[in-house]
């Protein structure tokens, strides 16, 4: 099967500047989630979809974030307007299951966001 | 709240070395515990897991043992090879949660 599939790879914008990640997961997988890396520190949970709906979005840093999941497909994460501490590496993962042991995820290569 | 603490890096070895990577967590509960790895260029790719206190993960050479005593979920590889240059990530995951927790992540250069 397919894997998780993120683009843009890489991206760089302007401080202010809107930029638009996108997430495509494993076919069947309800579960989406988001999270990224800033600075080479820990990997923080961003929020999780469960099809469309927003399940657990406690990890948003603020409102300039917008998650969404139209058609509990694919996902797109909206930064705008874009700030330097945005930049980092924004990993997204799907499961099919939802709770349990964790085994099923599987994650995207990440999109590396530098706001300059 | 949940917490990973693991060393940091970089860790610079010679092949045919030894490699250990600690890790210790904070959870209530029984969390399961996880490595994974980034290789350059690639996506997070889980490497072993375990579930309950005692159990040992293991793949690719490299285990890690599920200790509750200790909190820790140490990661090792008797004799690792320069394909092992990567970054390891220790996570953990409530049983009735679904996001994971990380750690900061170690990366690892294995010289030929």
């Known amino acids: 099967e397919a894997g998780v599939t993120q683009f843009p790879s890489h991206s760089v914008i302007e401080k202010g500047q809107t930029v638009t990640l996108r997430c495509d997961p494993i076919?069947?997988?309800?579960?989406l989630y988001w999270y990224r890396r800033v600075m080479g520190k820990e990997i923080k949970f961003l929020l999780h979809?469960?099809?469309?709906?927003?399940?657990?979005e406690s990890g948003m840093p603020n409102n300039r974030f917008l998650a969404e999941r139209t058609g509990g497909t694919y996902s797109t994460l909206k930064v705008q307007p874009a700030e330097l501490e945005d930049s980092g590496v924004y990993f997204c993962?799907?499961?099919?299951?939802?709770?349990?042991?964790?085994?099923?995820?599987?994650f995207g290569s990440g999109t590396r966001l530098t706001v300059v | 709240g949940n917490s990973v603490t693991q060393m940091e890096g970089p860790v610079t070895l010679s092949e045919e070395a030894f490699l250990t990577i600690n890790c210790t967590y904070t959870a209530t509960g029984y969390p399961s515990l996880f490595w994974y790895v980034q290789y350059p260029g690639e996506g997070l790719q889980l490497l072993l897991k375990?579930?309950?206190?005692?159990d040992k993960g293991s793949n690719k050479g490299f285990e890690a043992t599920y200790r509750k005593e200790t909190t820790s979920f140490h990661l090792e590889k008797g004799s690792v090879q320069v394909s092992d240059s990567a970054v390891y990530f220790c996570a953990l995951k409530k049983a009735a949660g679904n996001k994971l927790t990380f750690g900061g992540g170690t990366r690892v250069l294995v010289k030929p």
């Open positions: 076919s069947g997988h309800d579960n």
């Open positions: 979809f469960v099809k469309e709906s927003k399940q657990d």
């Open positions: 375990a579930t309950k206190a005692d």
């Open positions: 993962a799907s499961s099919r299951e939802t709770g349990g042991l964790g085994y099923g995820y599987t």
